[in-house]
């Protein structure tokens, strides 16, 4: 069992705009920043989202990401078939000195 | 841009012992933390542990601490993962990644393809 809470799956349709929740604690996304990853099938995760809503370069502006409270969220805007993917979020947890990861979204453009 | 390249995948039977490499590339003249994160069959990821090359600072996940061994080689800018004896639980995929420093703030910026480890009798 994962210490961050994700939902399993997300759909969409092209065009859509669809966002993926990560639900955690005080000792994690209450207080550290929260990062999230994108791992397409069959490869290894890549860095999405840092720093609760910071892009790597050559992510698209697309991708965004927020926090509120122990919550965290990724929003996908106009969702492409290039985006159908399994989404981690993950964090610093200050009571077990070590970064948390959520179970995983998988993402379906339908 | 930094690579890392992992060693390839692995059959093992239950007992046996194994030990896997992450070897980094390009651009690694800054400092870095090495990180192991786990996937098992159908499932999320789970950080396994952490090691700094330059001097092998370790750190562990409390629910893996005894299981498994982390070290490095900063000669050859290598870290790697070890089993004294295997068991079945431990087939999944693994995976290094590297970040630059440890706590909060800090990304796993780029990853590993990934080690596939699988454990039957």
């Known amino acids: 069992q994962s210490v961050l809470t994700q939902p399993p799956s997300a759909s969409g349709t092209p065009g859509q705009r669809v966002t993926i929740s990560c639900s955690g604690r005080?000792?994690?996304?209450?207080?550290?920043?929260v990062n999230w990853y994108q791992q397409l099938p069959g490869t290894a995760p890549k860095l999405l989202i840092y720093?609760?809503?910071q892009r790597p370069s050559g992510v698209p502006d697309r991708f965004s990401g927020s926090r509120s409270g122990t919550s965290a969220s990724l929003a996908i805007s106009g969702l492409q078939s290039e985006d159908e993917a399994t989404y981690h979020c993950?964090?610093?947890?200050?009571?077990?000195?070590?970064?948390?990861f959520g179970g995983g979204t998988m993402l379906t453009v339908v | 841009e930094v690579q890392l390249v992992q060693s390839g995948a692995e059959v093992k039977k239950p007992g046996e012992s194994l030990k896997i490499s992450c070897k980094g590339s390009?651009?690694?003249?800054?400092?870095?933390?090495i990180a192991w994160v786990r996937q098992m069959p159908g499932k999320g990821l789970e950080w396994m542990g952490i090691?700094?090359?330059?001097?092998?600072?370790?750190r562990y996940s409390p629910s893996l601490q005894g299981q498994v061994t982390i070290s490095a080689d900063k000669s050859i800018r290598t870290a790697y993962l070890q089993w004294t004896s295997l068991r079945a639980s431990d087939t999944s995929m693994y995976y290094c990644?590297?970040?630059?420093?440890?706590?909060?703030?800090?990304?796993?910026?780029?990853w590993g393809q990934g080690t596939l480890v699988t454990v039957s009798s």
């Open positions: 390009g651009d690694t003249s800054t400092n870095y933390w």
């Open positions: 990644a590297m970040t630059r420093n440890v706590g909060s703030g800090w990304p796993f910026e780029y």
């Open positions: 720093s609760h809503n």
């Open positions: 005080s000792s994690n996304i209450g207080t550290n920043t």
């Open positions: 993950a964090a610093w947890d200050d009571s077990l000195k070590g970064w948390v």
């Open positions: 090691i700094y090359p330059g001097d092998s600072d370790t």
